[in-house]
């Protein structure tokens, strides 16, 4: 196994430029796009007409974004108008007096949910000023929000122990999940070091070697799987150290991180088996990777995709139960005994794609 | 040149597996996401559908009593006793909360049934109810006292869940916004002393752009998957080049009586025929299947087409980018990693995996720059307006990309002697 192993380090270290540049690359993107989604508010572009539109924008947009956490920024009409023309963004709201209208061409599902915001703030406000009829609004509108800080009325949400209940951080789902994702290709690519070795007779003359074939298949597939995790390990790294992530415990998302290799190698060897030459390899693996977290629901908050059928797919890929542990560590502190059962699946998965992905390569002839 | 495009596209079409994952992967994905999210957000927003347990800890009448107990106690003259009472009795806090769960409007979406705390709680950890709703011990009195004595509250209406999720998200803002008005009521009712005017409320409503037809979650998902699998198309015939080099047929291509460069042009248009009989069957498989575009007229699929080819031309450019980068490396896994990052960043930055509004100005920006991310945005104006002019420039700058890749791949291209 060792020479193996060494053999593969060789030819990368004698290359060096493809392995750094492809997990270069994987770290920046995933530190780009994994990390632009943390804090970050959607806005919405908000603009109003007529004599008094300064005014009327100065004094909604106050109110707007006191009332959400989304950002409601001034814009011109045209720009505007332009923007919702094209599909750069879904909607734009014009304001009146004490009337709005959102202006979209799309259909997208984030648009119900501004509008019921928005309706709400124009709703208080126009109840505010019947109220004060001629008066200035102004004092009453201190004395009612002092009112509404004890609010006769109140609302509050709790699990079903009676702790609370967490506000889902889809940033942070993001992040993992993108890291998760990409580091998929890097391990993919390495596996497809058998196949390369197959087709160039290596494997051949190292059968007639003392190598054992458990030591040959144990070599590339350690080695993949050390590749795979040293990537993850300097993402996850950077994204404790460098850039501030309240990852959770480190320890317990490294362990999961390497449950994941694993059981992502061996998919990756499902893969080998089902393609016969690396070019073939090349061409399948990285569409079906591609669409995995689509399907998983990666880039959609939890609960989005119910639909049966796609949570049968994407409960045949690790990542589903790879970013769901992740996510409990991070967020809902959870410990061993929380994430045992993702880890058991992943390692199901690992043992039975194995199993059949090598059996499916040393079937074939040649 | 002939011989060339039909090497290409019979290898391509003895690989089954290939056709599979060209043409079957992207219609079924394509569907499958359509079936999941149009349960979710469909037009009439009908399709949540919450079912809700509703816990009545509270009883209402003793809580009265007891409210009635301390007015009794305070000091207050018997008519402002008199009048507390009976207003206390009219307001019925429980009872706004089970009236505005039986509201015809709301009950469309969210089921309610009465159950004891107990049973609630098994049901939402089976999973068959997605929440409790719990009015807690005491509901009515210290709500009464709020209202009437300015006494803080010291019980809260209580949304009891498993975990945070989508449905449970809907109703916490259903219920906060029901409360928020309601205290809002309160409030103006404390504070507001003569009866005012009736409020003049927002009638808000929806612009949409005029004379356009919606761009629809079904839409984005054909468009962006289609484009997405067609710039895996130029990867697929692209690194057959590398099973060619091996098996040494390139070199026996050199050695023919035919121009190399044949080669390439060979897998530059039979790129292009593959890309575009996938885009043409993936799109009329989904109009069939689903109906993406009821009711359209011929002028628009024209459109439709003419952006397709423009974009099957660049991802022909693309291919024999590729092709060319392959017969210059010796390691083909660099190749297919090479490739495999271009197509995946211009997946990603073209908004082809998912929308890309959310990210920062500047990568939407880059995205409007990949052809896959211009297709896009051209055909959501095509769809939206249909306006021929709009076609125009984008498609002009898919021909120069490529122009620009193709020129790129004949420039790298070995050239006599090199191999």
């Not at chain 2, 271009?342 to 995996?353: A, D, E, R, Y």
Request: charged share 15%; hydrophobic share 50%.
């Amino acid at each position: 196994m060792y020479p193996v192993f060494m053999a593969q380090w060789l030819k990368d270290k004698r290359k060096p430029l493809f392995i750094i540049l492809l997990i270069g690359l994987s770290i920046l993107a995933t530190v780009i796009f994994g990390g632009s989604r943390q804090n970050q508010s959607s806005s919405v572009t908000v603009f109003a007409t007529g004599p008094n539109a300064e005014e009327m924008e100065q004094k909604w947009t106050a109110l707007l974004n006191d009332s959400s956490d989304m950002e409601f920024v001034i814009t011109d009409e045209e720009k505007a108008r332009e923007q919702v023309r094209e599909g750069k963004s879904d909607v734009a709201i014009r304001l009146m007096e004490s009337d709005y209208r959102l202006i979209t061409a799309s259909d997208m599902p984030n648009i119900q949910f501004i509008e019921q915001q928005v309706h709400q703030v124009f709703t208080k406000e126009a109840q505010l000023e019947a109220a004060a009829g001629t008066e200035n609004t102004m004092e009453l509108r201190n004395e009612i929000e002092a009112y509404l800080d004890h609010p006769p009325v109140k609302v509050e949400s709790q699990t079903l122990s009676g702790g609370e209940l967490q506000e889902y951080n889809m940033g942070m789902q993001l992040l993992f999940g993108f890291t998760l994702f990409i580091v998929m290709f890097t391990i993919g690519f390495k596996v497809n070091g058998i196949a390369a070795d197959k087709v160039s007779g290596v494997w051949n003359r190292l059968i007639l070697s003392p190598v054992s074939k458990t030591g040959m298949y144990a070599g590339h597939l350690l080695y993949s799987f050390c590749a795979g995790f040293v990537q993850m390990l300097i993402v996850f790294l950077i994204f404790k150290y460098v850039m501030d992530y309240n990852i959770g415990s480190l320890p317990m998302i490294l362990v999961i991180a390497a449950v994941y290799t694993l059981s992502t190698v061996s998919l990756a060897m499902l893969f080998a088996g089902i393609a016969n030459t690396p070019e073939k390899f090349n061409m399948i693996y990285p569409s079906v990777i591609s669409i995995i977290p689509v399907i998983s629901g990666i880039y959609m908050p939890p609960g989005t995709i119910s639909n049966p059928v796609l949570q049968f797919i994407a409960d045949l890929f690790p990542l589903t139960y790879a970013v769901d542990a992740m996510m409990n560590v991070a967020i809902f502190d959870a410990g061993w005994s929380d994430i045992t059962l993702s880890m058991a699946l992943m390692l199901l998965i690992a043992v039975l794609y194995m199993g059949i992905g090598i059996n499916m390569v040393e079937r074939r002839k040649g | 040149m002939g011989s060339f495009i039909k090497k290409d596209l019979l290898v391509f079409w003895r690989d089954r597996k290939e056709i599979l994952a060209a043409l079957l992967l992207p219609i079924a994905l394509i569907v499958i996401l359509n079936f999941a999210f149009s349960g979710i957000f469909n037009d009439d927003q009908a399709s949540i559908n919450l079912d809700v347990a509703i816990v009545q800890d509270d009883d209402p009448s003793a809580g009265l009593e007891r409210f009635k107990e301390t007015i009794q106690e305070g000091d207050f003259s018997q008519a402002e006793k008199a009048t507390m009472i009976e207003q206390a009795a009219s307001i019925e806090p429980s009872r706004l909360i089970h009236d505005f769960f039986n509201n015809k409007g709301l009950k469309e979406w969210v089921n309610t049934k009465e159950l004891p705390e107990k049973e609630a709680k098994e049901l939402v950890d089976n999973g068959e109810l997605d929440a409790i709703i719990k009015i807690p011990k005491g509901f009515t009195y210290h709500v009464s006292s709020a209202i009437m004595l300015n006494k803080e509250s010291e019980v809260a209406l209580t949304i009891m869940a498993e975990d945070q999720s989508a449905e449970v998200r809907a109703l916490q803002n259903i219920v906060n916004s029901f409360i928020d008005s309601l205290n809002l009521q309160f409030a103006l009712g404390s504070k507001a002393e003569s009866a005012a005017t009736e409020p003049e409320l927002p009638q808000g409503g929806k612009e949409v752009v005029e004379g356009v037809d919606t761009y629809t979650i079904s839409r984005y998902f054909t468009i962006a998957i289609s484009t997405l699998f067609a710039l895996f198309m130029a990867q697929t015939v692209a690194l057959k080049t590398v099973t060619e080099k091996r098996e040494r047929v390139f070199n026996r291509i050199v050695l023919s009586d035919s121009n190399p460069l044949y080669f390439l042009l060979g897998k530059t248009v039979s790129t292009f025929i593959l890309t575009l009989l996938q885009m043409v069957i993936v799109f009329a498989s989904l109009q069939l299947l689903l109906d993406i575009f009821p009711g359209k007229p011929f002028a628009f699929w024209l459109g439709l087409m003419v952006v397709m080819t423009a974009f099957a031309l660049t991802v022909a450019g693309l291919s024999a980018l590729f092709t060319a980068m392959t017969l210059n490396l010796t390691n083909s896994n660099a190749v297919s990693g090479l490739s495999t990052l271009i197509i995946m960043t211009l997946g990603v930055l073209g908004g082809s995996f998912f929308p890309i509004q959310g990210f920062p100005e500047i990568i939407q920006k880059m995205g409007e720059w990949t052809p896959n991310g211009l297709t896009q945005t051209v055909l959501i104006e095509w769809i939206q307006f249909g306006n021929a002019d709009d076609l125009l420039l984008p498609i002009i700058i898919l021909i120069a990309v490529f122009v620009v890749c193709f020129g790129i791949g004949m420039s790298i291209f070995p050239k006599r002697g090199r191999i």
